[in-house]
């Protein structure tokens, strides 16, 4: 039964599981972030010394619209709803459109007496390596055959993000340095011997973690300068340095608390 709420888990809608389930709520949840703090001098007051973004829950509360009598029958349902929560995927909704966010762990509920045909059940999906929700396309800005340059990127979201860089060597002869900017991070790669038509290729997959390459081979021991190329929302510059031209691709996800 095709629902005003729907959920899906790995492109797989809940609602098209069987025709008894009914989905009667869904919370997109809060981004939790943790404060840490010292006392000031003086008596009164405390200092924040750091921030960090915790966890997201997204529940989904739903039915099984079958008669207490039928109690196999509302048992095999509920297993079924149970397996397609434990996918590991992109979860998304109907009513946030172009929006995803990657599920880590989920909590299932206790299907209890499967008589009481009344039950409401809630299954939990966490979010612990990238903790919000996500455009599912990222914003994008490109430039063939750049040496040293400056471009705008546009990043959307309400929250800090990360960029991720793509740089094509066009030039026939090895690259060894290049020094990438993101809306004021600045990281510099040394030694990298980048051949011709390798790609340095900075990126985070869904567990949020760096990874930078270089025609395929780990070289983030070659980094210095930023921790990451962290970037927030608006409108943010970008630049290049390089020993020699190539293709540059920034492209960046905006994230929603």
């Known amino acids: 039964?095709?629902?005003?709420?729907?959920?899906?888990?790995?492109?797989?809608?809940?609602?098209?599981?069987?025709?008894?389930?009914?989905?009667?709520?869904?919370?997109?949840?809060?981004?939790?972030?943790?404060?840490?703090?010292?006392?000031?001098?003086?008596?009164?007051?405390?200092?924040?010394?750091?921030?960090?973004?915790?966890t997201l829950d997204i529940s989904v509360d739903f039915g099984i619209n079958i008669p207490k009598r039928q109690m196999e029958l509302r048992r095999q349902v509920f297993e079924a709803v149970c397996s397609w929560a434990l996918q590991r995927g992109w979860?998304?909704?109907?009513?946030?459109?172009?929006?995803?966010?990657?599920?880590?762990?989920?909590?299932?509920?206790?299907?209890g007496d499967v008589w009481n045909w009344t039950e409401t059940y809630t299954i939990v999906f966490r979010a612990y390596s990238v903790p919000f929700w996500q455009d599912e396309m990222p914003s994008r800005v490109s430039q063939q055959l750049i040496t040293t340059g400056n471009l705008s990127l546009e990043v959307g979201g309400n929250v800090q993000t990360v960029a991720d860089v793509d740089f094509q060597n066009k030039s026939g002869m090895v690259i060894n340095n290049v020094t990438v900017a993101v809306g004021g991070n600045t990281m510099t790669l040394s030694g990298i011997a980048l051949g011709g038509n390798e790609t340095l290729r900075i990126s985070h997959g869904t567990d949020g973690i760096l990874r930078i390459?270089?025609?395929?081979?780990?070289?983030?021991?070659?980094?210095?300068?930023?921790?990451?190329?962290?970037?927030?929302?608006?409108?943010?510059?970008?630049s290049i340095r390089a020993d020699r031209a190539g293709t540059l691709t920034v492209q960046a996800y905006g994230r929603y608390i």
Not at 20 to 37: C, E, L, W
Not at 91 to 111: F, G
């Open 1 to 54: 039964m095709i629902l005003s709420r729907r959920v899906a888990l790995g492109g797989a809608q809940l609602d098209e599981l069987h025709d008894a389930v009914v989905i009667q709520r869904i919370d997109p949840g809060t981004t939790q972030r943790s404060v840490n703090t010292v006392s000031m001098m003086g008596g009164c007051g405390q200092r924040i010394t750091g921030r960090h973004w915790e």
């Open 213 to 238: 390459t270089a025609g395929g081979r780990s070289i983030l021991d070659k980094r210095t300068g930023a921790d990451d190329l962290y970037v927030e929302p608006g409108t943010r510059p970008v």
């Open 91 to 111: 979860l998304t909704v109907n009513w946030m459109p172009n929006r995803r966010v990657w599920i880590d762990l989920v909590e299932l509920p206790d299907s």
